[in-house]
């Protein structure tokens, strides 16, 4: 029961700091119609969903190792291994903008791609979301969940304030979006270093960049395999579905972001707080605590569907919400079925290899790029939707499978030789 209730406390300030966030989005969306055609919407998703995709990749999985190494070596012997990831997520963080914004020009020269004013936003939006990860990371690992809370706060505020001055000021309204997120990400990064009271001495840590980026590879080849799975849906719908259809599914996901900023973030972050320290300490419980939180995130679905219809009544009244319900449903499947591959993927933690999350996330990236593009261009979109709102659940068992495995060869090799710590 303890450690329910400080997972519970944790999620908690986890979820007092996205209030904000969530706000800060329903105000972004509230603010939307009168800049956005629907069509756009797709483009915003196809945008975000890069962004995502190449930020993941520039953080080389470092992540994971970072977390590893202040758990083995301490928090007072972190300082080295903090500043060589501020360095190196720095230099790629900023290559990943630079990146997409090529990209996306090109796209544009062969007339495919239409906002260009959005792009010169995101080397910013990429360099700062990089560095924010990592000193949310250090706070994380140090449960500093309060003094995370209040910065997720401010952020959002430095955030909204930023968005309504770049509007006023007649920016266009994504370029808004993403540059103001860019800016107080940059500003809460800098208040953040100065208060970890950093050595001036800085140096690059070698063995520990190679020990994370091992540990971290194919924790990082799985991040990219999910996430370059939610691009190929919504680049499907966006150049091979009709711009109707490419419509509702983009308005589909704004009404579905905030349960995922509220609420399923929320618990991903608590779980990744507690998980390292239940491994250490409380091990035969996990995987009780790991079925307890997956219930938490499945009631998501049905508070999804009650505040994307929240949103619709007061957003986008003029579409029938009889046509964007099967889009929500799919985008909340997806959504939650991400939550839960965190808390049933605690095997992999316990044996400090992600191998087996990328062989099963990079075999549903197989299947969607097969049967996605195809069942959209040949059979009724429907057909579409169903495909990639089960894909998920499917790695979401062999995940839980696996972590199952761990648990029990674990139990074996405990009841085999006693007086080993097989954990």
């Given at each position: 029961?303890?450690?329910?209730?400080?997972?519970?406390?944790?999620?908690?300030?986890f979820v007092?700091?996205?209030?904000?966030?969530?706000l800060s989005?329903f105000?972004?969306?509230?603010?939307?119609p009168?800049?956005?055609?629907t069509?756009d919407?797709?483009?915003w998703?196809?945008?975000t969903?890069s962004?995502?995709?190449?930020?993941?990749?520039?953080q080389?999985?470092?992540k994971?190792?970072?977390?590893?190494e202040?758990?083995?070596k301490?928090?007072?012997?972190?300082?080295?291994?903090?500043t060589?990831?501020?360095?190196?997520?720095?230099?790629t963080g900023?290559?990943?903008g630079v990146?997409?914004?090529?990209?996306?020009?090109?796209?544009?020269?062969?007339?495919?791609?239409?906002n260009t004013?959005?792009?010169?936003?995101l080397?910013i939006?990429c360099?700062?979301?990089?560095?924010?990860?990592?000193?949310?990371t250090?706070?994380?690992i140090?449960q500093?969940?309060k003094?995370?809370?209040?910065?997720?706060?401010?952020?959002t505020m430095?955030?909204l304030?930023?968005f309504?001055i770049?509007l006023?000021?007649?920016?266009?309204?994504l370029?808004?979006?993403?540059?103001?997120?860019?800016?107080?990400?940059?500003?809460?990064c800098?208040?953040l270093y100065?208060s970890?009271?950093?050595p001036?001495?800085?140096?690059?840590d070698?063995?520990f960049l190679k020990?994370?980026l091992k540990?971290?590879?194919f924790f990082?080849?799985?991040?990219l395999c999910?996430?370059?799975s939610?691009?190929?849906?919504f680049?499907?719908f966006?150049?091979?579905?009709?711009?109707t259809?490419g419509?509702?599914?983009?308005?589909?996901i704004?009404l579905?972001?905030?349960?995922?900023?509220l609420?399923v973030?929320a618990?991903?972050?608590?779980?990744?707080s507690h998980v390292?320290?239940?491994i250490?300490?409380s091990?035969n419980d996990?995987?009780?605590?790991?079925?307890?939180?997956s219930k938490i995130l499945?009631?998501g679905f049905?508070?999804?569907?009650?505040?994307?219809?929240?949103?619709?009544?007061f957003?986008?009244?003029d579409?029938?919400f009889?046509?964007?319900?099967?889009?929500v449903?799919m985008?909340?499947?997806?959504i939650?079925?991400?939550?839960v591959?965190s808390?049933v993927?605690?095997?992999?933690?316990?044996e400090?290899?992600?191998i087996?999350?990328?062989?099963?996330n990079?075999?549903?990236?197989?299947i969607?790029?097969?049967?996605?593009?195809l069942?959209l261009a040949?059979?009724?979109?429907s057909v579409c939707?169903?495909?990639?709102g089960?894909l998920?659940?499917i790695?979401v068992?062999?995940?839980y499978?696996?972590s199952?495995?761990?648990?029990?060869f674990r139990?074996?090799?405990?009841k085999?030789n006693p007086?080993t710590?097989t954990?």
């Amino acid at each position: 029961m303890t450690e329910r209730r400080a997972f519970l406390d944790t999620w908690k300030f986890f979820v007092v700091a996205a209030l904000p966030g969530f706000l800060s989005n329903f105000w972004v969306i509230l603010r939307s119609p009168g800049f956005l055609t629907t069509q756009d919407f797709i483009e915003w998703a196809v945008l975000t969903s890069s962004l995502v995709l190449l930020c993941c990749l520039s953080q080389l999985g470092i992540k994971p190792g970072y977390m590893q190494e202040v758990t083995d070596k301490g928090i007072n012997n972190r300082y080295s291994a903090l500043t060589s990831s501020i360095c190196i997520l720095s230099v790629t963080g900023l290559l990943a903008g630079v990146s997409l914004l090529c990209l996306f020009k090109a796209l544009s020269y062969f007339q495919v791609w239409s906002n260009t004013k959005v792009l010169f936003g995101l080397p910013i939006f990429c360099l700062t979301a990089n560095l924010y990860v990592i000193f949310q990371t250090d706070m994380r690992i140090r449960q500093k969940a309060k003094e995370l809370a209040k910065l997720s706060i401010m952020q959002t505020m430095l955030s909204l304030i930023i968005f309504e001055i770049m509007l006023a000021s007649e920016f266009d309204f994504l370029l808004s979006v993403f540059l103001s997120s860019g800016i107080s990400n940059g500003i809460i990064c800098i208040l953040l270093y100065f208060s970890l009271s950093i050595p001036t001495k800085w140096n690059i840590d070698l063995i520990f960049l190679k020990k994370a980026l091992k540990i971290g590879s194919f924790f990082l080849f799985s991040l990219l395999c999910r996430y370059a799975s939610d691009s190929i849906v919504f680049s499907s719908f966006k150049w091979i579905a009709s711009e109707t259809v490419g419509g509702y599914l983009g308005v589909s996901i704004k009404l579905c972001e905030p349960i995922s900023i509220l609420y399923v973030s929320a618990i991903q972050m608590a779980w990744g707080s507690h998980v390292y320290g239940w491994i250490k300490n409380s091990i035969n419980d996990l995987p009780n605590l790991s079925t307890w939180a997956s219930k938490i995130l499945l009631y998501g679905f049905l508070l999804g569907n009650a505040v994307a219809i929240l949103m619709w009544f007061f957003l986008f009244e003029d579409l029938s919400f009889f046509n964007l319900l099967p889009f929500v449903v799919m985008i909340l499947s997806r959504i939650i079925a991400f939550g839960v591959l965190s808390t049933v993927g605690y095997g992999q933690t316990i044996e400090r290899s992600y191998i087996n999350g990328f062989k099963v996330n990079f075999m549903e990236l197989v299947i969607t790029i097969v049967l996605v593009p195809l069942s959209l261009a040949n059979f009724h979109w429907s057909v579409c939707l169903l495909i990639c709102g089960v894909l998920p659940w499917i790695s979401v068992m062999r995940v839980y499978l696996h972590s199952t495995a761990v648990i029990e060869f674990r139990k074996f090799q405990h009841k085999s030789n006693p007086t080993t710590n097989t954990f």
